[in-house]
């Protein structure tokens, strides 16, 4: 098993849709957790950090569940500009590992 | 946020030739830093780490000698991809801590494609 799993999708989307990616974790000691967004061919970039209370930044909404060890990332009415992979990473130390990502295309 | 700047963005080179990346923290310093392959489709790979001042920690698989790692300043990594070959073109992407040791910052990423 993979130490973090992501499905790798596609998830394809209709505009407004509201879009959820779950992410799972095999080690408990994990201490912090992000999700990125990255575009093809370019780097990943931070999208938000993940809190045990849960964060919302705009139209999204990262949780992190501890007891059964996933991170969630749920997106509020997809745009055209949310179509990217996004990635999950999780820490013990860094650099952390990512999971292989879920790929979103959000489609007119 | 921290900015992590890396060059070139393309390169395309002949079988045998090397190939030097560079990757700099500007408004910090990284004592620190992560070099990553990723392949079409795939996930981001964890190559080396890259510790000023000392050798690099390579991941399992990843020969030393092929992909060389200098970190000789704070702000300042280099991978060379030596005798390179097209099963080394890859998307290659350095990245760093920030201040407080949590998030990393990513440079923006070469794309190697070797004839």
């Known amino acids: 098993r993979k130490e973090v799993e992501q499905d790798p999708g596609p998830f394809n989307v209709p505009e407004g849709a509201t879009v959820a990616f779950n992410c799972t974790y095999s080690?408990?000691?994990?201490?912090?957790f992000f999700w990125y967004r990255q575009d093809c061919r370019k780097e990943p970039k931070l999208l938000m950090s993940?809190?045990?209370s849960g964060n919302e930044d705009g139209r999204f909404t990262a949780q992190l569940n501890r007891a059964s060890q996933y991170i969630s990332l749920l997106i509020r009415d997809s745009k055209l500009s949310d179509s990217a992979t996004y990635l999950c990473?999780?820490?013990?130390?860094?650099?952390?590992?990512f999971g292989t990502g879920t790929r979103l295309q959000v489609f007119p | 946020g921290a900015v992590v700047s890396q060059h070139p963005s393309w390169v395309i080179c002949k079988s045998g030739t090397s190939v030097k990346i560079e990757c700099r923290s500007l408004?910090?310093?990284?004592?620190?830093m992560f070099w990553y392959r990723q392949f079409p489709k795939q996930s981001l790979m964890l190559m080396a780490t890259?510790?000023?001042?000392?050798?690099?920690?390579?991941e399992q698989g990843v020969e030393k000698d092929k992909f060389l790692i200098n970190h000789a300043s704070l702000t300042l990594s280099t991978l060379t991809v030596t005798s390179a070959h097209p099963e080394d073109s890859s998307f290659y992407i350095c990245?760093?801590?920030?201040?407080?040791?949590?998030?990393?910052?990513f440079g923006s990423g070469t794309q190697l494609s070797v004839l």
């Open positions: 990245s760093a801590a920030g201040q407080r040791n949590e998030k990393l910052f």
């Open positions: 080690n408990s000691a994990s201490q912090s």
């Open positions: 993940v809190y045990s």
């Open positions: 990473v999780v820490n013990r130390s860094l650099p952390g590992i």
């Open positions: 408004d910090f310093q990284a004592t620190t």
């Open positions: 890259s510790n000023e001042g000392s050798k690099a920690t390579y």
